[in-house]
């Protein structure tokens, strides 16, 4: 029994010391100064701690460097940055595929990126189907000419329509209305045919020589406009939700530097990469200089508007695990933490949701020392309201 007792005051003497270590280590009006207390030119000897917060005099403030700011509703905007590609713009491109198979008699244009105008001639082809169709059309014309004047009813339509009908065929495979006149005014059949140009732009794919033969659909030559062209952006999925055509967008390009670009979302595509969870958007440049090339890495910043929210600076919010702290000037130099509930982050500001009201001030710096004091005076009341009121009943009774 008597060892019990000699245990229960040893544990309640060891209470004791510790918070007055604390006590002591924390300081006040007529205690030592702690650490924070001991920096040049700081004069401690005002604070005050309860209920979790913190009293400092103007002096303290002054020497901690603690700045203030005001939770106010404003715009937040957020910056979302990330990599893209320049690209072909899709809608700028054409393939040469002849409809028929044949043999290259010439080259007019022999190599890649050279730049072409549409209607420009590329390549005279040689075709057995093109020399069939040109016999057609010359006895579709020959025809149409001795029975024009026939008073048979419907004789003179029926010849103008097969006549017709040859030219279609000659069209259809891409012979240019040049050339169809030109064959039925020499009545004569051209052993070779020429292929013009779609679109104006730059060779960019060549996949012919000359006396190469080839077969129906074969891609002869790639033609892209290069006057505009594509950006295309990844996006994290986490910012995915934030991305709208129109949204404004700043392009770098890493081998231009010193230049920088403006242009809007021009589409925002309607899935995710599976296997970087990343969404593609779609940004059009002009580039009447040429100088944007297709393969050219670019650096991206989109900024979203997110509204007007209740805001308070980045700076001003105390991560602590889990939790979202800020310093609430109560007045009267006392700081209080409040728990804050967070909602969309811009580049400086950051959405409050719940834990404080428009027009409060909060702090913006020495968050961190104030947090430690604050959490050194929430220890000490807990250990004091551990202290035992008077001596032990077991000391009484032994008396």
């Not at 901690?64 to 404003?74: L, M, S, Y």
């Not at 409809?99 to 057995?128: A, C, I, M, N």
């Not at 002869?220 to 406009?225: N, S, T």
Request: aromatic share 6%; charged share 25%.
């Amino acid at each position: 029994m008597k060892k019990s007792r000699t245990l229960y005051l040893g544990a309640g003497a060891g209470i004791v010391v510790l918070a007055g270590g604390l006590i002591f280590a924390l300081g006040g009006r007529d205690r030592a100064p702690t650490a924070a207390q001991a920096m040049p030119g700081a004069d401690m000897a005002g604070m005050a701690m309860g209920k979790g917060s913190v009293r400092l005099t103007p002096n303290e403030m002054r020497t901690f460097g603690i700045t203030f700011a005001t939770a106010e509703v404003r715009p937040l905007r957020r910056a979302i940055r990330t990599v893209g590609l320049v690209e072909f713009d899709e809608t700028r491109m054409a393939y040469v595929s002849p409809k028929f198979g044949g043999w290259v008699e010439r080259l007019h244009v022999d190599f890649t990126g050279k730049p072409v105008r549409k209607g420009q001639p590329l390549l005279d082809v040689y075709s057995p189907e093109l020399v069939s169709a040109q016999e057609e059309l010359l006895l579709a014309a020959r025809m149409a000419a001795s029975v024009g004047q026939s008073a048979i009813e419907g004789v003179a339509s029926g010849a103008g329509d097969l006549l017709e009908s040859a030219k279609r065929r000659l069209r259809y495979w891409d012979i240019s209305d040049g050339q169809i006149t030109h064959i039925l005014s020499s009545g004569q059949v051209q052993k070779t045919l020429t292929l013009h140009a779609p679109v104006s732009g730059i060779v960019m794919e060549k996949d012919v020589f000359e006396g190469q033969a080839f077969l129906p659909g074969h891609r002869l030559y790639m033609i892209a406009d290069l006057a505009e062209v594509w950006i295309n952006a990844e996006v994290f999925e986490s910012d995915a939700a934030l991305l709208r055509e129109g949204m404004p967008a700043e392009i770098a390009i890493g081998a231009l530097p010193g230049r920088s670009y403006r242009g809007r979302v021009e589409y925002v595509y309607p899935t995710l990469e599976e296997k970087t969870r990343a969404m593609r958007v779609r940004i059009a440049l002009p580039n009447r200089s040429r100088e944007l090339k297709p393969g050219m890495y670019a650096t991206v910043k989109f900024t979203a508007d997110l509204g007007k929210v209740l805001a308070l600076p980045a700076s001003a919010v105390l991560h602590s695990g889990e939790r979202a702290v800020a310093f609430v000037d109560m007045g009267a130099g006392e700081l209080m933490p409040h728990e804050l509930v967070l909602g969309q982050r811009g580049e400086e500001y950051v959405e409050v949701l719940e834990g404080i009201e428009p027009g409060q001030r909060v702090v913006t710096s020495a968050q961190f020392l104030l947090d430690s004091e604050s959490n050194l005076a929430e220890v000490m009341k807990a250990m004091m309201a551990q202290m035992p009121a008077g001596e032990p009943p077991a000391r009484k009774q032994e008396r």
